[in-house]
Structures are given as C-alpha cells and as structure tokens.
C-alpha cells in the first residue's frame, strides 16, 4: 500500500514537470510569434513633380581647318581663317571675352596609291598635305544671339573659310536649387496621393513617413516623357521639361 503510494507520488510530480515544460514551450512558441510579426502596415506610393524651363546658358563651337603641303603655309592659311572668323563674330555682336580659341592641333595627311596589276598590285600611302585645324568656342548667357550666329556662320564658306559648325549646346545654371525645390514638391505629391488612396479605403489612416528614397531627376526636351534609372540631363533644346520623382513609404494606422 505504501508502495503504491509512493509511486502515485512520483507519477504525479513527473505529470507536474511535463505539464511545466510543455507551457513554457508554447509560451515561448507565442512570444516568438509575437515578436516577429511585422512591425506595422504600410503602404508605398511614387510622387512625382514636373516644370518648364528655358535655357539660360549657350556653347557653342566651331572647327577651321587647312591644308597645304607645306607645313608653315598651312599655318599662315589657318591663321588668316581664324582671323577672319573672329572678325565675323566680333561683327555680329559676339563680346571679345565670350570667345575661346584653342590651340592648333597639326597632322600628317596621306593618300592611298596603288601601283601595278595583278599579283605586282601594290597599295602604298603618299603624303598628301599638313592638316591643320583650331576650334573657336563661345560661351554665353546671351542664347538667343548666340543660337542665331551659329546659324549664320556658314557664310564665312562662301568667303572661303573651311569651318565645321558643331550643334549649340543649352544649359540651365540654375538647376541646384531648383532640383531641391522640386524634390519638396514630388514628396508633397506622394503623401497626396496616399491620402486619397486611404480616404477612399475608408477603413484606415495614413501614419508617419517610414521611409523616402529620393529617386531620379531627368531633365528632358520640352514634352518628353523619357526616363534613365540615373537621371538625364538634355543639353539639345532650348526649352526642357524637368521631372522628378520621389518614392516614400508611409505607416498605416
């Protein structure tokens, strides 16, 4: 009797340290669930802004070239071009410190000969001339005289200047601060635009901005849509457009 009452003893106490194990499993079970889950619910919307702008800032350059096969005949030929060229810009209004010229840069110029037929063909280079060139560049806030001397500058062919004009390039100077303004207005239009998401759901409320990646800036043609994963900056055209994008995150309450 005293037996069997020992072992009711241990089989119960045995029942108590199963039971003990077994609840702080699943304790720890729900608190590995709870700890887990997701922090919060959030929603990930893209703003965006657009603007036109004009152009402030004109480049634009030009090649002249000479040939002759004498080497300081070439030069006194490109000097007398270059001189002449610089006096046509000069005439149409273009400001003396508005104008760079570089340096001249010379090379040798061969032709290809062919002597002989059949299997005495032979090709061989000649020597043709020395050619020379120098390229005259103007920088300017004056875009609209500039835009239409390059235009213009072809009439120097007719005075026998062999010039190669280059298209214009257009600039904005003042993009820095705009970009920062418009990165405020894209990230206005996100959070507009999650508030009218959430207002139409009705059944929750937009919360704290969790997180916002700035995105990209393009800088297009007036009228393009065009968009580069690291941004564009057109140099092409007069007018652009200016788009930016911001992608936030925000909490759902």
Known sequence: MIEIEKNGRLIGTVAIAIAVVAATTIAARSWERVRTKPRERDMKVTGSAKRRIVSDLIEWSAVVSAQNPDRTAAYRALHEQMARTHAFLIEKGIQED?????????????DTEVVGTGEQRVERRVFKAYGIAQSITIRSTDVAKVEKVSRQITDLLEQGVSITSHAPSYLYTKLGGLKIEMLAEASKDARTRAENVVRSAGSTQ????????????NVNPANSTETSEGGRNDTTSLDKDIITIVHADFELE
């Open 206 to 217: 937009l919360g704290r901005l969790l997180e916002a990646d700035m995105g990209i800036i």
């Open 98 to 110: 508005r104008i760079s010229i570089s340096s001249a840069a010379v090379q040798e110029l061969f």
